[in-house]
């Protein structure tokens, strides 16, 4: 079994790779949809001509996850992480794959079609583990760029945030009427202090809020009851990113064209610093629609109060998600109660 799954494997990625490598933006759903039927099919195949004394030789082709962490890691944490299969196609691996990732991307890039996310090339799943294609935009996560930048390349990074958050929250409610979930499957979430998913649709923000100050096996006590009442149950709702976090943004550099003034000591034409773009805004998994608050106070909840990001949130897009300093108040003791 472990040979034919060794061969199979690589005859999946060889596919995979031939594919992308004449076209990487092709739509690769089609053949993953393919393999999800055939691979099984060719395992058992491969497994029964074997026979059940062949062993695994060395020389055998690599397989998929050998392959794929043979490549360029772009993150890792427990059993998930991003690989760069090129420089365009990049595949998620996991064997707790949010699905609500792959639903929202879509979603959103048959209803934004303008935004600045990943598209999505097609999943492969087998057992518990998925690989999920996506286009990988040029640069680096702002995270790691952002201690480099200067005050000019930050405020440049906040007015291209306002602008793609603008457009996001501009969207029109469906006309079939929406509750305060995901875009697709319609739980909601609140992955912060502990993992949180309701456990069917939230209709209105009362029920929205009651979900925030409930705590799984925890008896609600006359704090939180208060909390509970100086809550706002009538915020508009808004198309929401919900991780709003320089790790979650893809940004490339570009050198400045030459300017035509001189400087005025030595006559040579001046270089204007380098400019910075906003190629992508990624990881769309607690995306949805939400209360208008829900954006300002997810962010200043996961802004870091040191280290390089200390000042990152005095950069936030607040002319698009607002400021909503009340609601992270409340938010915040919240936390402090619920642990």
Request: charged letters at 20%.
């Amino acid at each position: 079994m472990e040979k034919a799954r060794i061969i199979a494997n690589g005859i999946t990625l060889n596919q995979l790779k031939s594919l992308l490598g004449q076209d990487s933006a092709a739509d690769i759903s089609g053949l993953l949809e393919q393999e999800a039927v055939s691979y099984p099919i060719r395992v058992q195949g491969l497994t029964k001509s074997f026979g059940p004394t062949e062993k695994t030789i060395s020389s055998d082709p690599p397989t998929l996850n050998q392959a794929i962490r043979g490549e360029e890691v772009l993150f890792e944490l427990y059993s998930t992480f991003v690989v760069a299969i090129s420089s365009n196609v990049v595949v998620k691996v996991s064997d707790t794959l949010d699905h609500d990732h792959i639903d929202n991307i879509r979603y959103l890039s048959i209803h934004v079609p303008n935004l600045p996310i990943p598209h999505n090339l097609g999943v492969l799943q087998n057992g518990n583990r998925s690989w999920f294609f996506m286009t990988r935009a040029q640069g680096v996560t702002l995270e790691s760029a952002w201690s480099d930048l200067d005050i000019s390349q930050k405020r440049s990074v906040q007015e291209q945030l306002n602008s793609i958050f603008r457009t996001l929250r501009s969207q029109p409610l469906p006309e079939s009427g929406i509750g305060l979930e995901s875009f697709v499957s319609g739980l909601c979430k609140d992955m912060r202090r502990m993992p949180r998913v309701s456990s069917g649709p939230i209709r209105i923000e009362a029920e929205f809020n009651d979900f925030l100050v409930r705590e799984p096996h925890r008896t609600e006590t006359s704090w939180i009851r208060m909390i509970r009442s100086f809550m706002s149950d009538d915020h508009r709702i808004f198309m929401t990113h919900g991780d709003l976090h320089p790790r979650n943004i893809i940004v490339c550099m570009a050198d400045g064209n030459q300017s035509d003034k001189a400087d005025g000591e030595t006559g040579v034409p001046q270089k204007k610093d380098k400019s910075i773009q906003v190629s992508s805004i990624i990881d769309w998994e607690t995306a949805g629609w939400y209360p208008e608050s829900w954006e300002f106070v997810k962010a200043v909840s996961l802004a870091s109060q040191r280290g390089p990001l200390r000042d990152w949130i005095g950069f936030l897009p607040t002319d698009a998600i607002g400021q909503y300093p009340v609601e992270y108040s409340i938010d915040n003791l919240l936390a402090q109660w619920l642990g």
